[in-house]
Every structure is written in structure tokens, then in C-alpha cells.
Antibody, heavy 119, light 113 residues
Framework: QVQLKESGPGLVQPSQTLSLTCTVS????????VHWVRQPPGKGLEWMGR???????YYNSALKSRLSISRDTSKSQVFLKMNSLQTEDTAIYYC?????????????WGQGVMVTVSS | DIVMTQSPSSLAVSAGETVTINCKSS????????????LAWYQQKPGQSPKLLIY???TRQSGVPDRFIGSGSGTDFTLTISSVQAEDLAIYYC?????????FGAGTKLELK
């Protein structure tokens, strides 16, 4: 069955770089695009960026200067790196699968990983 | 960016009631090329990740009960939940996928009266 699972450090110091991994199963990264979405505690959802099935990447312009998304198809993993973290980057980070047909709604979500930015 | 405005922000209901959640977009989500509205609805229960309920404004995702009904077109959309059950208590988000950045409404929290 389709699964996505995020992993990474729970605590990051201000100004440091966040590195997260999304490991997927049940589908191929060469057939489906994967997105990252985050949710600050008690707040709404923010789309961060997309790793397209063909390897292209797209970013939210609000984060583009700090964000990088890459992948390793052999390991079925998508990576998120974001630098210059601040306290407002404290959030649950989700990876999600884009629906088949490249329409950008999300039919499967990972459980999320809580990242706290604090010294 | 397309701004998604949901109302109300919270709603207290009794089991068995019908509820309506509204979502308004700052520009039309109707694509003339295929006459589809690029609007999805998600349900997020406490401590869980969001779950896709509706896409194309009115198409239910597989396995979603038929008491969840999406409607609307252009800039105004509605999620109706008929005969609310206790398991429906959650936060509901609309999302536009018409243009980047893909944006979500602030959410509507459904609570028990």
C-alpha cells in the first residue's frame, strides 16, 4: 500500500539548516510527484515545494531562497533542505503524494515530523 | 498568490445535523480548457495528517462517505456534511491547485455542541 514517512531531527538551532527525508513505498517517484507541506502548531497548512516525477522542482516563492528539494529514486526518498531557520519555521513537516495525472491535490500524506527551532 | 478564505472559522453542531462550510477564492479556480474547478477539501483530525475528501470541487475520494458533498464553481465553494457524526469532528481545509503557490484556507473547526 502507499506510504510516506518523514524523518529528521526534532530540534534545530536558529540560523542552522534543516534536513528532512521522505521515504515512500507502494509507488515510484518516477511515476508520481511528491510535495512538502508544513503546519505551524495550531495553525494552517503551507505548501512548500514539489519534486516532480521527472526530477524537476518547484518552490513556493516565499521560501525559494532558502529551500532545496532533491531525491534518490533508487532509495525511494525525497529530501528537503532549508537553511537559515528561524523560530517561525517551527512546524510539523509533511510529505505528500500528488494525485495521478499531475493534478496538484494530495491523495496520500505522511504522518508528519515535528521540527522545533530553538536554541 | 490566490487567497482562500474559509467561513466560519469554527462551528458547533449536534450529531445528526447538516453543516455547511464555505470557501472563497480570490480568483476563479475554473479552468476554461476542461471546465474543472481546481479545488480540494481535506479533513484533519486531532493529531493526524490531513486526509483528502473531495477534489475537482465535487468528486469524492474513494472511501469517503457520501454524506460529504462538495459544490460550487468559480470563486465560491461549499462543503456540506449531512447528518454529522461524532467521527466527523475535525478541522476542514480547502485548497486551490489552480496555480502556484498552492494555497489552503485557514480551516474550519467542527466541534460538538
Amino acid at each position: 500500500q502507499v506510504q510516506l514517512k518523514e524523518s529528521g531531527p526534532g530540534l534545530v538551532q536558529p540560523s542552522q539548516t534543516l534536513s528532512l527525508t521522505c521515504t515512500v513505498s507502494g509507488f515510484s517517484l518516477m511515476d508520481y510527484s511528491v510535495h512538502w507541506v508544513r503546519q505551524p502548531p495550531g495553525k494552517g497548512l503551507e505548501w512548500m515545494g514539489r519534486m516532480k516525477y521527472d526530477g524537476d522542482t518547484y518552490y513556493n516563492s516565499a521560501l525559494k531562497s532558502r529551500l532545496s528539494i532533491s531525491r534518490d529514486t533508487s532509495k525511494s526518498q525525497v529530501f528537503l533542505k532549508m537553511n537559515s531557520l528561524q523560530t517561525e519555521d517551527t512546524a510539523i513537516y509533511y510529505c505528500t503524494r500528488e494525485s495521478y495525472g499531475s493534478y496538484r491535490f494530495f491523495d496520500y500524506w505522511g504522518q508528519g515530523v515535528m521540527v522545533t527551532v530553538s536554541s | 498568490d490566490i487567497v482562500m478564505t474559509q467561513s466560519p472559522s469554527s462551528l458547533a453542531v449536534s450529531a445528526g445535523e447538516t453543516v455547511t462550510i464555505n470557501c472563497k477564492s480570490s480568483q476563479s479556480l475554473l479552468y476554461s480548457g476542461n471546465q474543472k474547478n481546481y479545488l480540494a477539501w481535506y479533513q484533519q483530525k486531532p493529531g493526524q495528517s490531513p486526509k483528502l475528501l473531495i477534489y475537482w470541487a465535487s468528486t469524492r475520494q474513494s472511501g469517503v462517505p457520501d454524506r460529504f458533498i462538495g459544490s460550487g464553481s468559480g470563486t465560491d465553494f461549499t462543503l456540506t456534511i449531512s447528518s454529522v457524526q461524532a467521527e466527523d469532528l475535525a478541522i476542514y481545509y480547502c485548497q486551490q491547485y489552480y496555480d502556484t503557490p498552492y494555497t489552503f484556507g485557514a480551516g474550519t473547526k467542527l466541534e460538538l455542541k
